[in-house]
C-alpha cells in the first residue's frame, strides 16, 4: 500500500515538469498560445476593362412566309413541287384543270368578233347618214340615230375586249407560280382535288431575306448594349455572317420562360440556307471588371462575399460584394472592392471574422 502512494506522488511532480523535468512556468506560452496563424493564399484586387460575349444556338428562319394560292377554283391535274423543293420565281408549281377557263376564253374571244363586226355596221351606217344630211336627203333625228349606234358599238367592243382580257388572265390563273425563289415548307393540295379560289395549297418561305431566330432568356436584355450580332454556322463556323435584331416577341413563352428574338442577316451566304442550325454571339462593350477565381466567393448573410486582408493586422473580415457574372473557373465583381485589397482565394472556408491569417500572394499578383 505504502508503494502504491508513493508511485501516485511521484506521477503528480512529473506531470508538473516539462519533457526535461523541469516544472512548467505559467508565465512563459503554451505551444497552443505560440503557434503560427493560419496561412491563407491571396491576391491583390485590379480593375481591368473586360469585354463580355455570350453566345446562343438558333436556326435560319424566313423573313417572309408566303401562301399560295389559285386565283380560280378547279380539279388539280398536276403537282410539281412537294415539301421542301426549292423554287426559283416564276417557276410553275400546279395546275388546274383549265376546261373552264377556255370556255370563258372562247366566249370572249367570240363577243369580240361579233361586236367589231356591230361597230363596223354601226360606222358604215354612221357615214352613210352624213353624207345624206349634207345634201338634205336625210334627217338630223337619222343622223342622230345613227351616231348613237355607232358610240353604242364601240362602247360594247371595249367592253368585249376588257372580258377578253379577264379571261386570258382567268386561263393563266390555271397554273400556279412561285411569286419569288424560296423553299416549299407546307403543302395542302394533291391530284385530283377540287380547289377553290384563295384556298392555300402551297407555303413559300422567300429566300431573298432570312433571319437568325433564337430563344433569350429575359435578363440577356437588361445587359445588352448592341443590337449587332455574329452570326455563324453550327457545322462549320467559318461560314458567318453579321445580322441586327429586327423584332423581340413581347410575350415571354410560359414553358422555357424565354422570349424569341429575331435577327435579320445582312446578305446571308448562300452556305446558310434555311433550317440551318446557327449560333449567335453578341459583343458587349468593355467595363471595367474585377475577376476573381471562383474558390473567393463567401457569403454573408446569404449574400456573395469575400474575405479581405487588413495588411496592418493580418485580420480577415467579410466584404460583400456584387457580382456581375458567374464563369468558368472565375467570379467578375462589378462593385464592394477596390484596386489594391487583399483578397483570399483559398483558404476561405477555414476562416472566421477577425481571424489573424498569413498569407502569400499568387504569382502575377
Given at each position: 500500500m505504502a508503494a502504491l502512494i508513493c508511485i501516485f506522488a511521484l506521477s503528480g511532480l512529473l506531470a508538473a515538469c516539462d519533457g526535461q523535468g523541469t516544472p512548467k512556468d505559467a508565465s512563459h506560452p503554451t505551444p497552443e498560445a505560440g503557434r503560427p496563424a493560419f496561412v491563407v493564399r491571396a491576391t491583390a484586387v485590379a480593375v481591368t476593362n473586360r469585354t463580355t460575349s455570350v453566345s446562343l444556338t438558333g436556326d435560319v428562319e424566313a423573313k417572309v412566309l408566303t401562301q399560295l394560292s389559285f386565283r380560280v377554283g378547279g380539279r388539280v391535274t398536276e403537282r410539281l413541287v412537294d415539301v421542301g423543293a426549292h423554287v426559283a420565281a416564276g417557276d410553275l408549281l400546279a395546275r388546274i384543270d383549265p376546261t373552264e377557263q377556255q370556255a370563258e376564253l372562247d366566249a370572249a374571244t367570240?363577243?369580240?368578233?361579233?361586236?367589231?363586226?356591230?361597230?363596223?355596221?354601226?360606222?358604215?351606217?354612221?357615214?352613210r347618214q352624213s353624207t345624206l344630211l349634207a345634201k338634205g336627203y336625210t334627217t338630223r333625228a337619222a343622223y342622230d340615230q345613227a351616231t348613237e349606234t355607232a358610240g353604242a358599238a364601240e362602247s360594247a367592243l371595249e367592253t368585249a375586249r376588257a372580258q377578253l382580257g379577264t379571261a386570258r388572265d382567268a386561263l393563266g390563273y390555271a397554273e400556279l407560280r412561285a411569286r419569288a425563289a424560296g423553299v416549299i415548307t407546307a403543302r395542302t393540295i394533291e391530284v385530283g382535288q377540287v380547289v377553290q379560289p384563295a384556298q392555300p395549297a402551297f407555303t413559300l418561305a422567300e429566300d431573298d431575306t432570312r433571319d437568325?431566330?433564337?430563344?433569350?432568356?429575359?435578363?440577356?436584355?437588361?445587359?445588352?448594349?448592341?443590337?449587332?450580332?455574329?452570326?455563324?454556322?453550327?457545322?462549320?463556323?467559318?461560314?458567318?455572317a453579321d445580322g441586327r435584331v429586327r423584332e423581340v416577341s413581347p410575350v415571354i413563352d410560359a414553358t422555357t420562360g424565354t422570349v424569341r428574338v429575331k435577327v435579320a442577316i445582312d446578305a446571308p451566304p448562300e452556305a446558310m440556307p434555311l433550317g440551318s442550325p446557327v449560333t449567335g454571339t453578341v459583343m458587349w462593350k468593355a467595363k471595367p471588371r474585377i475577376v476573381l477565381p471562383w474558390s473567393a466567393l463567401a457569403s454573408d448573410g446569404g449574400d456573395p462575399a469575400v474575405w479581405r486582408i487588413d495588411p496592418k493586422t493580418h485580420a480577415v473580415s467579410l466584404a460583400k460584394v456584387v457580382v456581375d457574372a458567374f464563369e468558368t473557373g472565375s467570379i467578375v465583381i462589378s462593385s464592394g472592392l477596390a484596386p489594391g485589397d487583399l483578397v483570399v482565394v483559398d483558404g476561405a472556408k477555414r476562416l472566421s471574422t477577425g481571424q489573424t491569417v498569413d498569407y502569400t500572394l499568387e504569382s502575377g499578383s
Open positions: 367570240a363577243a369580240v368578233s361579233a361586236a367589231e363586226s356591230r361597230l363596223r355596221v354601226a360606222n358604215a351606217n354612221f357615214q437568325a431566330v433564337f430563344d433569350v432568356y429575359e435578363t440577356f436584355f437588361h445587359n445588352s448594349d448592341t443590337d449587332r450580332i455574329r452570326v455563324s454556322l453550327v457545322s462549320d463556323p467559318k461560314v458567318v
